[in-house]
């Protein structure tokens, strides 16, 4: 059955981004982190807020360089939520939504597959999927680094009632926990 996935990278201080949108303090890691390739291999679908598909069009000039949009995340489908009109890299499988994830759903859902469906980020999208009751798993590789300030990992509460630790791994210097969510 299609999981939905909140699989990311996070600060020790639980922040995706700088308040800058910068990832200078994840790409200072040395290390790799968990298989990438693996992971993707069992999504069907991405699902995105519009800073962070903005952030992914910027760093990789993507607009430019649309043969470069493959190697990036395969050549799935990727849903963004935005209010506003954004370009697309030619060739790519973009589809725009706005509003309640509830609607939106149903079409990801459908996007997905047999597959599950890898929430990107960012924080507060993957807190309106919970609200929606729709968010089944936390992948999480925190890197050595703290922030005083950024964009949030996950701002909703959601406490050890819901939340059921799975696995434990460690890679070079990163950390990667597993998390099942519960309703
Ligand atoms: N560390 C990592 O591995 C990692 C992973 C993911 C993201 N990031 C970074 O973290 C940052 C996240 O940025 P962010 O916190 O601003 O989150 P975001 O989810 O990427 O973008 C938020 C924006 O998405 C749009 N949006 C969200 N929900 C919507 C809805 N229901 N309907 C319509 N539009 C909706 C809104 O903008 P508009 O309506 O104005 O378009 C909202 O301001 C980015 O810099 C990203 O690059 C890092």
Do not use: C, N
Request: charged share 20%; proline share 7%.
């Amino acid at each position: 059955m299609t999981s939905v996935v909140y699989s990311t990278a996070t600060t020790l201080t639980g922040q995706l981004a700088d308040e800058h949108h910068s990832l200078s303090w994840l790409f200072a890691v040395e290390s790799e982190g968990p298989d990438h390739e693996a992971f993707l291999a069992g999504i069907g679908v991405l699902v995105s807020g519009s800073s962070t598909y903005e952030w992914v069009l910027r760093e990789e000039d993507l607009l430019a360089h649309p043969e470069k949009w493959p190697s990036y995340y395969g050549a799935r489908p990727m849903v963004v939520f935005t209010s506003r009109e954004l370009p697309v890299p030619e060739g790519a499988d973009v589809r725009f939504v706005r509003g309640p994830v509830a609607d939106a759903l149903p079409s990801i859902r459908a996007l997905a597959g047999e597959r599950d469906i890898w929430l990107i980020g960012g924080g507060d999208l993957v807190g309106q999927f919970d609200d929606a009751g729709a968010l089944d798993r936390l992948e999480l590789t925190y890197a050595p680094a703290t922030l005083p300030a950024g964009m949030p990992l996950l701002p909703r509460r959601i406490g050890p009632d819901r939340l059921v630790l799975r696995d434990v791994q460690r890679f070079g210097q990163f950390a990667h926990l597993s998390y099942d969510v519960t309703r």
